[in-house]
C-alpha cells in the first residue's frame, strides 16, 4: 500500500535527508526515558544528535547545489477521492534553512550546558529542546502544506512548553499560554486557507499548488482569499502586527530558547511559510499589498517599542518583532530572495545578540534590566566584542551580513513598492541602529550599576515587567504557584562582581560572530548573487530587484547616523537621556505600553469571550426559572411533589425540550414557509 | 411468512449477547447479592468482547431480515463502537465498583450489557418499531445505571431527571413517528423513504412536523442545543463510569440512529436540502454553547459533559452538509477517535477523582508528579479532543472540515475551527492543573490498576495511531458501501 515516489533516480546524500530531524527525535525519547538516570550528561546526547543533523545537512546542501529537487512521498491519508501524501522534500529554499536551523540549534545546545546546568530539570530541558529541533526540521522538510501545519502545530506545542519551563513563575505560564493562544489565532486562518486550497486544488502538495496558480485554475478572488488566510497563520507564528504581542511576553522563557526559537527559526516560520507559497502571493496583487505594509508597519512599530524598553530581553524581542516586519515587507516587495536573505542572517545575528544577552544576564545574576548594567566591556571580553559585532550587522554596517541583506530590503522596497513604504523602512533602519546601540551603551559601557551582586536584599525591581506581570496574570491564567527556586542562581560564586562566563558559553558566540561577519558575502553583488542564482533556480518567482550603489551608501549613512546618535544620547551625553520622554510623555508612554493592545485585547476579545460564556451559563440555569415563573402556576402545582428533594430544575429542563421543540419547530415552519 | 424464511444467523452477535447478558445476571443471583463481584466484570467484558469478535467475523456480505433488521458496513462499525465501549466502560467500572462497594454488582454489569444489546438492535433496525424497541431497552437501562448509587441523592435525583425528561424526548419521538406511518401505513424505513418524494410534494407541512418531532427527541438523546439541558445534570450526578458511558456509548448510538432513520427515511436529494440548513445552525449553536459554558465550569464531570455537547456539534457538521459514503467515513472515523480520547480521558477522570473523593478540577492538581503515564496520557486525550496534528481528534476535525469545505458550508467549519480553539483555554485547565500545579499535601503517588491501565494504554495507543497512520481505517472506510439500501 506504500509507495515512494522517486523524481530522480540517484541515490545520494538527499535520499538520507529525512535523517536531519530523526537524529533529535531520537535525542528526544532518550531524554525523555532516560532523562532523570542521565542528569547533566544530557546536554552531550542532545549535542551530539544535533551536530549529527548539521553534518548531514551540510552534505544534503553541497549535494542540492550541484542537483535537483528531490521529493520522496508515501500515501497517507486518503479523504474521500483524493490522496494525502507525506513525505519529504529538499529544495533550495529548505536545504538552506535546514542550515540555519541545525546549525543556531547546534549552538544553542552547546550554550545551554552550561546555561542551565545548575536547573534541576535540564534533562527535560534539552528533550524539548530536541523535540523542537525535530519539529522545526520536520517543518522545513514537509513537501506539502498539510505537513507543514502538522509541525507547525508541533513548533507552536514546543514553543509552549519551553516558554512555560519556569512553570512557577506565574508569569511564565501566563505568557507560554497567551504564546499559544494567541498564534492559535493565526492558525485559524492557516488551517481554513489550507483547506480552500485543497478543496479547489485536490492536494496540498506544494508542487501541484503552483500548478494549479500557473493554469489559472483558482479564480483571482479565491488566489487573495486564500493567500490572505495562509498570511493570517504567518502574522501569528511570525508576530507580526497586530498579533505580536504574544513575543515580547515570551521571553519568560530561559534565553536560549528565546536566541532558538523566539528569534532564529520558529518565527522565521511564518516567512518560510510565505517564501514556499510564494506563486500563489505572486498571483495576487492586493495580497501582496497587505503582506508589505503589515510588514512595513510592524517594522516600524516594533522599532519604535523597542526604544523605550529596558528589559534587554524585550528590547531584542522587539526587535526580532521589527526584523521580521523587513523580511515581511521584502517579500511583499517582491523581493523573494532578499526578503529570505534577511531571514537568514538574521537567524546568525540575532542569535548572537540573544546568546550575547544571555552571557550577560547570566554574569549579573539573573537581571534583566540595562539600567543596572554597564561598564561590562571590560569585565566580558568575549561576550562584549561578540555583541558589538552583532549589534553593528543588525544595525546594517558594512560589510557585516546585516548590510547586505537589509540594502536588498531596501532596494526592493525602493523598486517594486512605493515611496512610503520606502520612508517608513529607511527610518526603522535608522532606529534600529539606535535602540541597538541604546542597548550596548548602556549594557557595556559606563560604570557597572548592578551593586553587589551577591546581596539578596539587591533584588530589581521592574516596573514595566511588573506591570505587564498583571497585565498577563489576568489575561492568563491565576497566580498562585509557590515559588520554587530551581533556575540557575549562582550561590557558591564567590565574586561578586560580573566576570566572563566558561568558554561552552563563549563558543557559540564567537561561531555566530563569525556568521554574522561573513554570511552576507554569499549573496554579495560583487560575487554575483550566488543565494539568488542558487534559491531561483527554476522557479517563477519575478525578477529580483537590486539597488544601485547609491543605496547601499544611503543605508549605511543612515545606521551611522542612528549610532551617533545613541552615542551621543548614552555615552557623551550631548543630549539628555529623557530628552523624548520630557518633550513627548505621551508618545513615549504609547510606546511603553505597547501602543495599549494588550489592553485593546483584553477588552475586545478577552472579557466579551467571558462575558458571553457566563451568559450562556447563566441562560442554562436560570432564564428557564423565569419561564417557569411567567409560566405559573401549572407547573408548579404539578411539580410540587417532587420539587422537595430537587432543585426544582427538573420541570425547567422539561418545559425547555417542550418549548425549545416548539421553537425551533416553529421557526423551522416560519422559515420554510409551509404554514403558506 | 418472514419468521419461517429469513436468515436468522444475521441476528447472532445479539443474541449471544442477549444469552450472555442473562447468564450474568443469573450467575450473579446465584452468588449472593452482596460484595464485591469483580470475576463477573471480567465475564461481562469477556462476554463483550466475544461478541465483537461475532460481529467481525459473521456476515461480512451483509443482508437483512425482511425490512426490520439490517447488517451493513454501518451497523457493523456501529456495533462494533458500541461493543468496545461497553467493554473499556465495565473496566473503567470494576475499579469503580472496587472503591463503592454497595452498589449491587453483578446487577450493574448485566444492565450494561442489555444497554449494549439495545445499542446494537436499534443500529442495526431499518423500522420504527424495532428502532424504537432498541432505543427503548438502552435508555431504560441508561436510568437505572445513573441512579445506581442509590443511597446517594445526587444520583437518584439524576436517574430521575433522566427517566422524566428523556421519557419526555421518547414522546416527541413517537408523535413524529406516527405522522410518518399515518402518511405511508408503513413502518419500514425503507418504503417510507420510497415514498417520501411524492409525500413531500403533497404534505410538505405534515412531513415537516414528522422530521422536526422527531429531531426534538433524538436531539434530547444525543443532546445537542437546545435540548441539552439534562445533560450536565445528569452527568455530574451519575457514578462516573456511568457518566462515561453516558457520554460515548449513549450518544454515539444515538449518531447512529439518527443518521439512519434520517438518511433513509428523509435522505432523497429533494428534502435534504431542506433540513440541512437547520441541522447546521443547531450543529453551530451546539459547538458554541458547549464550548462556551464549558468555559465557565470547575466541576470534572460538568467540564466533559459540555465538552461532550459540543463534541456533539462537531458530529452532526457532516451529517448535516451532505449524505453518502464519505459523510459517513467522516463520522465513523470521528466516532473512533471520540470513543477513544473521551474514554480514556474518563478512565483517568474516574481514577482521580475516586482517590480524591471530589469532582472539582483541582482534584488534577499534581498529576504528573503523582503519576507521570496518567498525566501524559491524559494531555493527549485532551489535545486530540481540542484537535491538535498527530491525534485521532485533529484527523478527524480535518476531515470534517474538508468535506463542509466541499459541500459549500465553509462557514460551518469556521465556527468550528474556532469554537475548537476555545475549547483550548478549558483544556488547558487540566494540563495545568496536572503539570504546572503542586499536588495536595496529603496525595501521594497513584495507584493505577490494571483495568484502567489498561483502557488507557488502548486508548492512547489508537488515539496516537490514528494520528500518526490514519489511513489504517481510513483505507478500510472508503472501500464501504455503508448503507446498500439507500440510492
Known amino acids: 500500500m506504500c509507495h515512494g515516489i522517486l523524481k530522480e533516480k540517484g541515490v545520494g546524500m538527499m535520499h538520507y535527508a529525512w535523517l536531519i530531524p530523526v537524529f533529535p527525535l531520537i535525542t528526544f525519547l532518550i531524554l525523555l526515558v532516560a532523562g532523570r538516570v542521565l542528569k547533566e550528561k544530557v546536554a552531550y546526547i542532545g549535542i551530539a544528535g544535533l551536530a549529527l543533523s548539521f553534518l548531514l545537512s551540510v552534505l544534503v546542501l553541497l549535494e542540492r547545489i550541484g542537483g535537483e529537487t528531490y521529493t520522496y512521498v508515501l500515501n497517507w491519508m486518503t479523504v474521500g477521492e483524493n490522496v494525502v501524501t507525506m513525505g519529504y522534500e529538499v529544495t533550495a529554499l529548505n536545504a538552506m534553512m535546514l542550515i540555519v536551523v541545525t546549525l543556531v540549534s547546534l549552538v544553542v545546545h552547546i550554550f545551554s550546558k552550561e546555561y542551565m546546568k545548575e536547573d534541576d530539570r535540564i534533562h527535560v530541558f534539552f528533550a524539548y529542546l530536541g523535540l523542537f529541533s525535530f519539529s522545526m526540521l520536520g517543518l522545513v522538510l514537509a513537501p506539502n502544506i498539510l505537513q507543514l501545519f502538522i509541525f507547525w502545530e508541533l513548533v507552536g506545542l514546543c514553543s509552549f512548553l519551553l516558554v512555560g519551563f519556569w512553570y512557577f513563575k506565574p508569569e511564565a505560564a501566563a505568557a507560554a499560554k497567551k504564546a499559544f493562544l494567541i498564534t492559535r489565532i493565526g492558525d485559524v486562518g492557516l488551517l481554513i486557507g489550507l483547506v480552500l486550497l485543497f478543496n479547489r486544488v485536490g492536494s496540498f502538495n506544494y508542487a501541484e499548488i503552483y500548478t494549479a496558480v500557473e493554469m489559472d485554475q483558482l479564480s483571482a478572488p479565491m488566489i487573495t482569499t486564500i493567500a490572505l488566510l495562509i498570511f493570517l497563520g504567518a502574522v501569528g507564528k511570525s508576530a507580526q502586527f497586530p498579533l505580536h504581542v504574544w513575543l515580547p511576553d515570551a521571553m519568560e522563557g530561559p534565553t536560549p530558547v528565546s536566541a532558538l526559537i523566539h528569534a532564529a527559526t520558529m518565527v522565521a516560520a511564518g516567512v518560510y511559510l510565505i517564501g514556499v507559497m510564494y506563486p500563489l502571493f505572486l498571483a495576487s496583487s492586493t495580497a501582496m499589498t497587505v503582506v508589505a505594509y503589515t510588514g512595513a508597519l510592524t517594522a516600524l512599530f516594533a522599532a519604535t517599542m523597542a526604544l523605550v524598553n529596558n528589559d534587554i530581553k524585550r528590547i531584542l524581542a522587539y526587535s526580532t518583532i521589527s526584523q521580521l516586519g523587513f523580511m515581511i515587507l521584502a517579500l511583499g516587495t517582491a523581493g523573494y530572495v532578499a526578503g529570505l536573505f534577511h531571514l537568514m542572517t538574521h537567524a546568525f545575528f540575532k542569535a548572537l545578540l540573544f546568546l550575547g544577552a544571555g552571557s550577560v544576564i547570566f554574569a549579573v545574576h539573573h537581571r534583566q534590566d540595562i539600567r543596572d548594567m554597564g561598564g561590562l566591556w571590560g569585565k566580558m571580553k568575549v561576550t562584549s566584542v561578540t555583541f558589538l559585532i552583532g549589534s553593528l550587522a543588525i544595525a546594517g554596517i558594512f560589510p557585516l551580513a546585516g548590510f547586505w541583506s537589509k540594502e536588498e530590503i531596501l532596494a526592493s522596497t525602493l523598486i517594486n513598492g512605493d515611496g512610503f513604504l520606502f520612508l517608513i523602512a529607511l527610518v526603522t533602519a535608522f532606529l534600529t541602529a539606535f535602540y541597538m546601540f541604546r542597548l550596548f551603551f548602556k549594557t557595556f559601557t559606563g560604570e557597572f550599576k548592578g551593586g553587589d551582586l551577591n546581596d539578596p536584599t539587591e533584588e530589581t525591581f521592574n516596573e514595566q515587567a511588573a506591570w505587564e506581570a498583571t497585565q498577563s496574570a489576568e489575561v492568563g491564567l491565576d497566580a498562585g504557584y509557590e515559588e520554587r527556586k530551581v533556575y540557575p542562581n549562582h550561590q557558591e560564586v564567590p565574586e561578586n562582581e560580573p566576570r566572563e562566563n566558561a568558554g561552552l558559553m563563549t563558543f557559540p558566540l564567537m561561531v555566530l560572530a563569525v556568521l554574522a561577519v561573513i554570511a552576507g558575502f554569499i549573496n554579495a553583488p560583487f560575487l554575483g548573487h550566488q543565494l539568488e542564482a542558487f534559491l531561483t533556480a527554476g522557479l517563477n518567482v519575478g525578477t529580483q530587484p537590486h539597488g544601485a550603489l547609491w543605496l547601499a551608501f544611503l543605508s549605511v549613512a543612515v545606521a551611522v547616523a542612528g549610532i551617533s546618535l545613541a552615542w551621543a544620547m548614552y555615552v557623551k551625553g550631548f543630549i539628555r537621556e529623557d530628552f523624548f520622554s520630557s518633550k513627548a510623555p505621551s508618545i513615549h508612554k504609547l510606546f511603553q505600553n505597547n501602543y495599549y493592545l494588550d489592553d485593546i485585547y483584553l477588552a475586545v476579545f478577552v472579557r466579551p469571550t467571558k462575558e458571553i460564556s457566563l451568559l450562556l451559563w447563566e441562560m442554562d440555569k436560570t432564564i428557564v426559572d423565569g419561564v417557569i415563573t411567567l409560566i405559573g402556576s401549572l407547573t408548579s402545582r404539578s411539580g410540587k411533589a417532587m420539587g422537595k428533594h430537587q432543585d426544582g430544575q427538573l420541570q425547567t429542563y422539561g418545559l425547555v425540550t417542550v418549548f425549545g421543540g416548539m421553537v425551533v419547530i416553529g421557526l423551522a415552519f416560519a422559515v420554510r414557509g409551509y404554514f403558506g | 411468512m418472514i419468521v419461517l424464511e429469513t436468515d436468522w444467523s444475521l441476528m447472532t452477535p445479539e443474541i449471544s449477547l442477549a444469552a450472555l447478558a442473562l447468564l450474568v445476571f443469573t450467575i450473579d443471583f446465584m452468588t449472593g447479592i452482596h460484595g464485591k463481584k469483580p470475576f463477573i466484570g471480567r465475564l461481562a467484558v469477556l462476554s463483550l468482547l466475544v461478541t465483537a469478535v461475532l460481529v467481525i467475523l459473521l456476515n461480512p456480505g451483509g443482508g437483512s431480515i425482511g425490512d426490520l433488521f439490517l447488517v451493513?458496513?454501518?451497523?457493523?462499525?456501529?456495533?462494533?463502537?458500541?461493543?468496545?465501549?461497553?467493554?473499556?466502560?465495565?473496566?473503567?467500572?470494576?475499579?469503580?465498583?472496587?472503591?463503592?462497594?454497595?452498589?449491587?454488582?453483578?446487577?450493574?454489569?448485566?444492565?450494561?450489557?442489555?444497554?449494549?444489546?439495545?445499542?446494537?438492535?436499534?443500529?442495526?433496525?431499518?423500522?420504527?418499531?424495532?428502532?424504537?424497541?432498541?432505543?427503548?431497552?438502552?435508555?431504560?437501562?441508561?436510568?437505572?445505571?445513573?441512579?445506581?448509587?442509590?443511597?446517594?441523592?445526587?444520583?437518584?435525583?439524576?436517574?430521575?431527571?433522566?427517566?422524566?425528561?428523556?421519557?419526555?424526548?421518547?414522546?416527541?419521538?413517537?408523535?413524529?413517528?406516527?405522522?410518518?406511518?399515518?402518511?405511508?401505513?408503513?413502518?419500514?424505513?425503507?418504503?417510507?423513504?420510497?415514498?417520501?418524494?411524492?409525500?413531500?410534494?403533497?404534505?410538505?407541512?405534515?412531513?415537516?412536523?414528522?422530521?422536526?418531532?422527531?429531531?426534538?427527541?433524538?436531539?434530547?438523546k444525543i443532546s445537542i442545543v437546545p435540548f441539552h439541558m439534562w445533560a450536565p445534570d445528569v452527568y455530574q450526578g451519575s457514578p462516573t463510569p456511568v457518566t462515561a458511558f453516558l457520554t460515548v456509548v449513549s450518544k454515539l448510538a444515538g449518531f447512529a440512529i439518527v443518521i439512519r432513520i434520517f438518511t433513509l427515511a428523509f435522505g432523497f436529494e429533494g428534502i435534504h436540502g431542506e433540513w440541512s440548513f437547520i441541522l447546521a445552525v443547531m450543529a453551530a449553536i451546539t459547538m458554541i454553547t458547549g464550548n462556551f459554558i464549558a468555559l465557565t465550569q470547575n466541576n470534572v464531570k460538568r467540564l466533559m459533559a459540555y465538552s461532550g455537547i459540543a463534541q456533539a456539534g462537531y458530529l452532526l457538521v457532516p451529517f448535516a452538509v451532505v449524505l453518502g459514503d464519505f459523510s459517513s467515513t467522516v463520522i465513523v472515523f470521528y466516532s473512533v477517535a471520540y470513543l477513544m480520547m473521551t474514554l480514556g480521558a474518563f478512565a483517568v477522570i474516574t481514577l482521580v477523582t475516586e482517590d480524591s473523593g471530589m469532582t472539582d478540577i483541582s482534584s488534577f492538581a499534581g498529576l504528573y508528579y503523582r503519576s507521570p503515564y496518567m498525566a501524559i496520557a491524559m494531555t493527549v486525550f485532551l489535545v486530540s479532543l481540542g484537535g491538535l496534528p498527530l491525534t485521532a481528534g485533529f484527523i478527524g476535525k480535518v476531515n470534517i472540515f474538508i468535506l463542509a469545505a466541499a459541500g459549500d458550508m465553509l462557514w460551518l467549519a469556521i465556527i468550528m475551527i474556532l469554537t475548537s480553539v476555545v475549547s483550548f483555554y478549558y483544556y488547558f485547565g487540566f494540563i495545568k492543573q496536572m503539570f504546572m500545579t503542586e499536588p495536595r499535601p496529603n496525595d501521594k503517588e497513584l495507584f493505577v490498576p490494571g483495568g484502567l491501565l489498561t483502557v488507557v494504554t488502548v486508548s492512547l495507543a489508537v488515539v496516537l495511531l490514528l494520528g500518526i497512520a490514519p489511513n489504517l481505517l481510513l483505507d478500510i472506510f472508503n472501500q464501504y458501501n455503508w448503507m446498500p439500501s439507500f440510492n
Open chain 2, 72 to 220: 451493513d458496513p454501518f451497523a457493523r462499525l456501529f456495533k462494533l463502537i458500541i461493543l468496545i465501549g461497553v467493554a473499556m466502560v465495565i473496566m473503567i467500572s470494576m475499579y469503580y465498583l472496587d472503591r463503592n462497594p454497595e452498589v449491587y454488582q453483578g446487577e450493574y454489569y448485566s444492565i450494561m450489557m442489555f444497554a449494549a444489546l439495545g445499542a446494537m438492535l436499534m443500529v442495526s433496525s431499518a423500522d420504527l418499531i424495532t428502532l424504537f424497541i432498541g432505543l427503548e431497552i438502552l435508555s431504560i437501562s441508561s436510568y437505572v445505571l445513573a441512579g445506581f448509587k442509590k443511597h446517594h441523592r445526587h444520583s437518584t435525583e439524576a436517574a430521575l431527571k433522566y427517566v422524566i425528561l428523556g421519557g419526555t424526548a421518547s414522546a416527541f419521538i413517537l408523535y413524529g413517528m406516527s405522522f410518518l406511518y399515518g402518511l405511508t401505513g408503513s413502518t419500514s424505513l425503507v418504503e417510507i423513504g420510497q415514498a417520501m418524494p411524492v409525500l413531500f410534494q403533497q404534505y410538505p407541512a405534515l412531513v415537516g412536523m414528522s422530521f422536526l418531532f422527531m429531531l426534538v427527541g433524538f436531539g434530547f
